[in-house]
């Protein structure tokens, strides 16, 4: 057994640093042998906090073993299964509002905010694991009760848990990172300087290193997208490995039901599920702060319909039973909403098909040019065959042209695309990060209110469901996609 007081004790290659005010020794290993506190190893540049009764191995797997005791037991953490809590909190709680220095900087569309004390810049200190953080909802609250903030000033810590909870995690060698979603910024930039200053004093609460990242505006920083957790990991880091095992991140945007608390209060459903997805989409450890700051048991949720996992990529455009050409002429109707792969389909799958023309309102402007056009394709020659490559959603849509086909007796196929409307949000989604091209999501909601499944009773002699089968340009877009989005 051992005495700390007030100083530092350097034993070998382990240092102890000694806070008898609040009942704790911070311990960091220096040397290359690793040591070890209750049986855990620790290697060069850990660093651990001990309590009262914790055991501390100079050399790990060895019988050099010690307790910590306290003199004068302090009054919390007499045991290592009682850790500080209540009075460590009401101590930090006391502190007045630290003002950081100016260490914001902007990084393609993301603001990074950098404690200057941040771990990863000093030598010896390798970081292994990231301890995250939702800000809004999970961090602080508003002081109001509102659902948004009033002001700058409409804020408070969370939970009275919060703030000695990520101080441990710091000591114990976590980076302590905040992730947020700020596009209310990216909207109107005098929002900036008001919201870092409230950034500042929030992580002034906190007296210890926080990086932040704040994504401003609807892009691949925007969570559940995994862009601002790569920037950290590529230029934000240090240029240390992230242990993803060992990482987790919490957040309040969990996809929980309305539900009632074992107090009977009614809690309100989650506004979204972005943070649970986005922990999802890095591959790491998920917490709700209720899970994670008052080791509150496991709640329900509900995760999106659409799995973009699931999405096969070695699959055929149609059931072997259909045929995609036949050997005569013939009018095919598209049926499929924005989103859906159609144009892909037909470009890739059909117009290599020499005698078929594609008509396309796209490209012609109007539903009565597209019928024109295949009128007089239909009408003056032998052979072409012709593809109506609009959406085509419902019944009167589909009569237009099949009218047609009907008046010169000519054989009429429907290809509808085999994707649901989530799948196609995804996919709307999925080519506004890569290629900065989005339609506006209410023609996909509007096709889907429109829609009418397609039958043989209109006067089509077959009816083909083509399955969406994704290209990628790289193994990077394909991840990419394979990630939630929305
Ligand atoms: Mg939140």
Same mark, same amino acid.
């Given at each position: ?34 040591? %070890? ?27 050099? *073993?010690?307790? #910590? ?15 500080? *809590? ?60 509102? *659902? ?16 000695? *909870? ?24 005098? /929002? %900036? ?39 950290? %990991? ?132 109007? %539903? ?58 995804? /996919? ?56 939630? #989005?929305?």
């Amino acid at each position: 057994m051992f005495k700390i007081t007030n100083f530092i004790l350097f034993i070998s290659i382990v240092k102890f640093e000694a806070d008898y005010s609040v009942g704790h020794v911070l311990v960091e290993q220096l040397g290359n042998n690793k040591s %070890a506190i209750n049986n855990q190893s620790m290697i060069k540049g850990e660093k651990r906090i001990l309590y009262h009764g914790d055991k501390v191995s100079l050399l790990f797997n060895s019988n050099y *073993t010690y307790i #910590l005791n306290f003199i004068t037991t302090p009054s919390y953490g007499v045991s290592p299964n009682k850790r500080p *809590t209540e009075n460590l909190n009401q101590k930090i709680a006391c502190k007045k509002i630290r003002p950081c220095e100016n260490k914001w900087e902007k990084w393609n569309s993301l603001m990074v905010y950098n404690s200057q004390d941040l771990v990863h810049k000093e030598k010896c200190i390798y970081i292994f694991k990231i301890a995250a953080f939702d800000l809004d909802g999970t961090l602080i609250v508003t002081k109001s009760g509102k *659902t948004f903030p009033c002001d700058n000033d409409d804020w408070k810590i969370n939970f009275k848990e919060v703030i000695s *909870t990520v101080i441990k995690l710091s000591l114990e060698g976590y980076k302590i990172v905040i992730f947020t979603n700020q596009k209310a910024i990216g909207c109107n930039s005098s /929002n %900036a300087m008001p919201f870092r200053k409230k950034v500042e004093n929030i992580i002034g609460m906190f007296n210890t290193p926080i990086q932040v990242f704040v994504s401003i505006h609807d892009d691949i920083y925007r969570k559940p997208a995994p862009g601002m957790w790569n920037a950290l %990991a590529s230029e934000f880091n240090g240029d240390k490995l992230i242990n993803l095992n060992e990482s987790f991140y919490c957040g309040d945007g969990a996809g929980r039901p309305a539900r009632v608390s074992n107090s009977g209060k009614q809690i309100k459903k989650d506004h979204s599920i972005c943070d649970r997805l986005f922990a999802m989409n890095v591959g790491i450890n998920f917490f709700t702060p209720e899970e994670f700051f008052l080791k509150a048991p496991t709640e329900e949720f509900k995760l999106p319909v659409f799995n973009p996992k699931n999405v096969m990529s070695n699959i055929k455009d149609i059931d072997s039973k259909s045929k995609l050409f036949k050997a005569f002429k013939e009018m095919i109707i598209m049926v499929g909403c924005p989103g859906s792969g159609k144009s892909h389909f037909v470009s890739n799958k059909l117009a290599c098909h020499g005698s078929i023309k594609i008509i396309s309102r796209d490209v012609l402007g109007s %539903a009565q040019k597209c019928i024109n056009e295949a009128k007089k394709y239909l009408e003056t020659s032998t052979s072409l065959s012709v593809v109506i490559d609009n959406t085509n959603p419902d019944k009167l849509s589909r009569k237009r042209f099949i009218d047609i086909a009907k008046s010169l007796k000519i054989p009429c196929r429907i290809f509808i695309m085999n994707v649901k409307k989530e799948h196609a949000m995804h /996919n709307n989604r999925f080519r506004e990060l890569t290629e900065k091209k989005r339609l506006a999501e209410i023609i996909i909601h509007t096709y889907f209110t429109k829609f009418e499944e397609p039958s043989l009773s209109e006067g089509v002699d077959e009816i083909v469901r083509i399955n969406f089968v994704p290209h990628f340009k790289n193994s990077k877009t394909e991840a990419l996609y394979k990630m939630y #989005l929305i």
